[in-house]
């Protein structure tokens, strides 16, 4: 490991936070129990103590657990010893700490001893390729007009997601539509979008929604980009100067953040602002 990085991956007390990382995506695991943990993963274990790592900060369904982590002030509420199930109920969390404090956001963080920070992983958000999959599941949907015969108490999933935004990014990347600076909410050039969908990228504003992201979250080709999400865990490589091309040539990779992880899963998704994650478009 190049010296630079392993000075970051010190500085951020890492071998602490695999020990969780490992726990979480292959645990619950202990040195008598190692469940579905690699073998080549097993003596890091021992080396790193993470027996104790883990009895300190406990996988937790819905959460991807940080040991060694906090993230100081913007409380928004503290849920006590419920803390987990409250975050869950609340849309603005984005995690929270030992102490019961709720998050919008887990940037920037520090270091913080003996300290389990928690991620929400959301199993029901959306992102801009999921939206359209929701509305391709109900054929007589029409974003912004109608949902269609999608179950009532399935609409969350849109609504919750901000599907409303997040399909123009996908009317952008998989049907090739440019966007347009004018008042009349007209594109650029429809390429091949679908005459059904045009009123909707008028009505939703589309060009306005695209400009707002084009630098936060700018167009990739073969993919759909969505701002402030990103998949944890599941990662096949780190390549921070060329992550797009890594991914694409990749068949098992099925995207990538714009922190240069590519991943072998595009779902569940998290929150987290200032990030963009890349689904390839299927």
């Known amino acids: 490991m190049p010296v630079p990085l392993r000075n970051l991956y010190d500085a951020n007390q890492c071998d602490l936070k695999v020990c969780s990382y490992l726990n979480d995506k292959y645990g619950p695991l202990s040195s008598n129990n190692w469940n579905k943990l690699p073998v080549d993963w097993q003596s890091t274990w021992k080396n790193v103590a993470c027996d104790s790592v883990v009895a300190q900060c406990p996988a937790l369904a819905g959460y991807l657990s940080s040991f060694g982590d906090d993230h100081n002030s913007d409380d928004i509420g503290n849920g006590r010893t419920s803390a987990a199930a409250t975050c869950a109920s609340n849309k603005r969390c984005w995690g929270y700490n030992d102490n019961g404090w709720m998050k919008p956001t887990g940037i920037p963080?520090?270091?913080?001893?003996?300290?389990?920070?928690?991620?929400?992983?959301?199993?029901?958000?959306?992102?801009?390729?999921?939206?359209?999959?929701?509305?391709?599941s109900y054929p007589d949907s029409v974003p912004c007009y109608t949902l269609g015969s999608a179950p009532y108490d399935t609409w969350y999933l849109w609504v919750d997601s901000d599907c409303?935004?997040?399909?123009?990014?996908?009317?952008?990347?998989?049907?090739?539509?440019?966007?347009?600076?004018?008042?009349?909410?007209?594109?650029?050039?429809?390429?091949?979008?679908?005459?059904?969908?045009?009123?909707?990228?008028?009505?939703?504003?589309?060009?306005?929604?695209?400009?707002?992201?084009?630098?936060?979250?700018?167009?990739?080709?073969?993919y759909v980009g969505?701002?402030?999400?990103?998949?944890?865990?599941?990662?096949?490589?780190?390549?921070?100067?060329?992550?797009?091309?890594?991914?694409?040539?990749?068949a098992a990779c099925k995207g990538f953040s714009s922190t240069g992880f590519t991943k072998s899963s595009a779902s569940p998704n998290t929150v987290r602002p200032g990030a963009c994650w890349y689904s390839k478009l299927s």
């Open 109 to 136: 963080n520090f270091p913080s001893s003996n300290t389990c920070w928690r991620i929400k992983i959301s199993t029901t958000m959306l992102d801009a390729q999921g939206c359209w999959q929701y509305a391709q």
């Open 164 to 222: 409303d935004r997040r399909i123009c990014a996908y009317f952008a990347a998989r049907f090739g539509v440019v966007a347009a600076d004018n008042s009349s909410q007209e594109a650029s050039s429809w390429a091949n979008l679908p005459d059904k969908y045009k009123p909707s990228w008028r009505v939703l504003y589309c060009n306005d929604v695209l400009g707002g992201w084009s630098s936060s979250c700018p167009a990739v080709p073969g």
């Open 226 to 250: 969505t701002p402030d999400v990103d998949h944890l865990m599941d990662e096949l490589g780190y390549y921070p100067y060329n992550t797009s091309a890594a991914c694409t040539a990749n």
